[in-house]
C-alpha cells in the first residue's frame, strides 16, 4: 500500500532537490549606481550622461561594505544573489513545514499518553 501524498513533505523534497541549484549564491544586495568618474574630459564631467556602477553591498565581519562588480559579471552576479534570497525563501519554507511537523508530533504525542492514562484506569 502507498502512503497517502503529505503535500507539506512533497513542497520540503522539492526545495530541498532545488538547494543544490543554488550553491552559487552570493550574499548582500545587488547595487546599481551612476557616478562620474572625475576626469574633465571624460563625457561624465556634464553630469548627466553618468558611467554606471554595480556593486554588491553586503556586511563583512559587521561591517557594511560595497564591492564593486566587473562589468562582465554583473548578469552573473546579480543572478547569484538572486539565487540566496531563492535560498532564503526556501529555508523559511522548510522550517514552517517542519515546525508545523513537530508540534503535530507534540500533540499526538500528548494524546498518545493521555489515552494510555485513561487505558489504565479502566
Ligand atoms: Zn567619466
Redesign the pocket.
Known amino acids: 500500500m502507498k502512503t497517502p501524498r503529505d503535500p507539506d513533505l512533497e513542497l520540503r523534497g522539492q526545495l530541498i532537490r532545488s538547494l543544490s541549484f543554488l550553491r552559487e549564491m552570493l550574499p548582500g544586495s545587488f547595487v546599481e549606481r551612476q557616478r562620474?568618474?572625475g576626469?574633465p574630459t571624460?563625457?561624465?564631467?556634464d553630469g548627466k550622461r553618468l558611467?554606471r556602477q554595480y556593486q554588491i553591498s553586503l556586511l563583512l565581519d559587521g561591517k557594511s561594505q560595497t564591492l564593486n562588480i566587473p562589468a562582465k559579471w554583473v548578469d552573473k552576479v546579480r543572478e547569484k544573489i538572486e539565487m540566496r534570497q531563492r535560498f532564503e525563501a526556501a529555508a523559511a519554507t522548510i522550517c514552517r513545514v517542519n515546525l508545523k511537523r513537530f508540534l503535530q508530533e507534540k500533540l499526538h504525542e500528548k494524546k498518545k499518553k493521555l489515552q494510555e492514562k485513561e487505558d489504565r484506569q479502566i
Open positions: 562620474a568618474c576626469q571624460c563625457h561624465c564631467a558611467h
